[in-house]
């Protein structure tokens, strides 16, 4: 049977390609913390792979005999919310389940009874002791989904976690691993008395952080490998490097990627079809317009006031802002999510390609529903190419009109203006070419490169346009002389390019519209580039 790139839950190899879950763990690490039986975490976001490594894991020490190992899921208990009492019985009931699974006795079950009349604050912890004492071995707890729980049930949790400590592991669990997106001293949680305390003075036992990272270059080709290797169907060369640049590595759009290229688009269930860069270009687009669960998922986050301080800066390419002026604790909530990538000497940016994509799309999404009421055709040229002018010359009409009333309208306010131009290009290509967009904090710069296929199917000639935005701080010729450059090389990196802009955004309010909509040419270096005032 066909194997497939698995997009949803644990892997499980007989159904899905799977990379060795323990090889992207450091097992020494994990294995000698557990030996000093310490208390830790590991953490990463969301469809990284978290759960089939604490399987893999828990099923690894099971088979060397020296813990008992089991895997339990509290998630179950988010519904309850601040109902400590529900939380907790629910948890022990988890636990105790999963034990049973592991031991094939009834033995925690009949343990579980015996604490049914306790009090909550005390239930969970007496009902570990009670099932370490009676067990052959000592016990490993894997606690998955940890942050789901929240408010009083969660300090509950914790606490009753910390309490037992010191009898470990004779009458308390020998090692117990906390698994979810965000690291333990992350949490910020409030109690239903509006008290806010954080995770890690509830849980102050904990050795280490562990973070699950993403995938290498290399995994990604042996990933891929495996379905050459079972079906036949090739993946070109080009393929990797893009598959790189748009996900760095993260597991869920990796395999998203390759699952919508060699399943969803049906004609490459042919496995003699190649699969080639402009497919995966295609398949990018589509998992973007569609916004699978993962997508609204990191959507829904870009609401949350501590991420929109330190995703707004970035996207708005502000001078006024460094990357010491955002919250630490805010940069490292994004860091957890998978949003942004924080690395030494570097600026901070957002994690991918795609992200880079969602994110001025999905703020600018009710934006590009009405901006544009001519049919797209009236801005192709004979040949199916962009008519770049046309369309700057209509933008720039559109911007003197609605600047003032739609930036405002923005979540994202400070970002509005190279916002605006993107939701209108966007809803121009949509359907007939992609925006590849660079930007981050400390660039003072939104590099974008249009491409629009000028025929149909694939390895056909491309238009290629790059756009360079610009807030104008400062003196008008310096910016445009610097624009030019930054233009400039911009084109040279992306090569055989059709077009160049700059663009640049004059918010002083010192001047009219007349004295800010303008356009000209100018040259560089033996390139045209055509600068845009707005």
Request: proline share 4%; charged share 25%.
């Amino acid at each position: 049977m066909e194997r497939f790139f698995n997009t949803a839950g644990p892997n499980v190899p007989a159904d899905s390609y799977t990379l060795d879950p323990l090889s992207r763990l450091d097992l020494d690490d994990i294995l000698d913390l557990i030996k000093m039986k310490k208390y830790f975490v590991l953490h990463a976001p969301r469809q990284t792979g978290k759960t089939s490594c604490l399987l893999a894991l828990r099923d690894y020490l099971n088979e060397q005999g020296d813990y008992i190992a089991v895997y339990a899921n509290v998630e179950g208990g988010q519904a309850a919310r601040n109902n400590v009492e529900r939380v907790i019985r629910s948890t022990c009931d988890t636990i105790a389940r999963m034990v049973r699974n592991v031991i094939k006795s009834d033995l925690p079950i009949q343990i579980k009874e015996q604490v049914g009349g306790y009090e909550a604050d005390s239930m969970l912890t007496s009902y570990l002791a009670f099932l370490c004492e009676a067990l052959p071995k000592p016990l490993v707890l894997f606690i998955d989904e940890i942050d789901a729980l929240v408010g009083d049930s969660l300090v509950s949790v914790l606490r009753q976690l910390r309490a037992g400590y010191d009898e470990r592991p004779a009458r308390f669990p020998q090692s117990i691993v906390l698994c979810g997106v965000r690291d333990v001293r992350d949490y910020r949680i409030v109690l239903s008395n509006q008290d806010i305390i954080t995770g890690g003075s509830a849980f102050n036992i904990k050795a280490k952080s562990l973070r699950l990272g993403n995938f290498t270059p290399d995994e990604i080709r042996q990933l891929y490998s495996q379905h050459t290797t079972e079906t036949g169907q090739v993946f070109e060369e080009e393929c990797f490097p893009l598959v790189w640049q748009a996900t760095e590595g993260q597991p869920w759009l990796v395999n998203a990627l390759a699952h919508e290229v060699t399943y969803e688009m049906r004609e490459n269930r042919d496995r003699t079809v190649r699969i080639t860069a402009e497919m995966m270009y295609r398949a990018q687009e589509r998992i973007i317009y569609r916004r699978d669960t993962h997508i609204d998922q990191l959507i829904d986050k870009l609401r949350e006031p501590r991420v929109k301080r330190v995703i707004e800066p970035i996207i708005a390419n502000s001078d006024n802002v460094e990357q010491q002026d955002i919250p630490d604790d805010d940069i490292m909530y994004c860091t957890d999510l998978g949003l942004v990538k924080k690395e030494t000497g570097r600026p901070l940016r957002i994690a991918c390609g795609i992200y880079r994509e969602i994110i001025p799309r999905e703020l600018t999404w009710s934006k590009q529903q009405t901006m544009i009421t001519q049919e797209p055709v009236w801005y192709l040229n004979n040949d199916n190419s962009l008519n770049i002018e046309k369309l700057l010359l209509d933008f720039q009409q559109f911007f003197r009109q609605n600047a003032d009333s739609w930036i405002g309208r923005f979540d994202y306010a400070e970002a509005g203006p190279q916002l605006l131009l993107q939701a209108y290009l966007q809803r121009v290509v949509n359907g007939g070419g992609y925006i590849d967009r660079e930007y981050g904090l400390g660039r003072r710069r939104t590099d974008l490169l249009i491409r629009k296929p000028l025929t149909d199917g694939y390895g056909g000639p491309i238009q290629r346009v790059v756009m360079e935005l610009k807030i104008l701080r400062g003196d008008l010729e310096k910016t445009i002389e610097k624009g030019l450059e930054q233009t400039a090389a911009y084109m040279d990196l992306v090569g055989s390019v059709d077009e160049g802009h700059f663009i640049v955004f004059d918010r002083s309010g010192d001047k009219s519209w007349d004295e800010r909509i303008w356009h000209e040419p100018r040259q560089y270096q033996g390139r045209t580039i055509t600068v845009w005032g707005m």
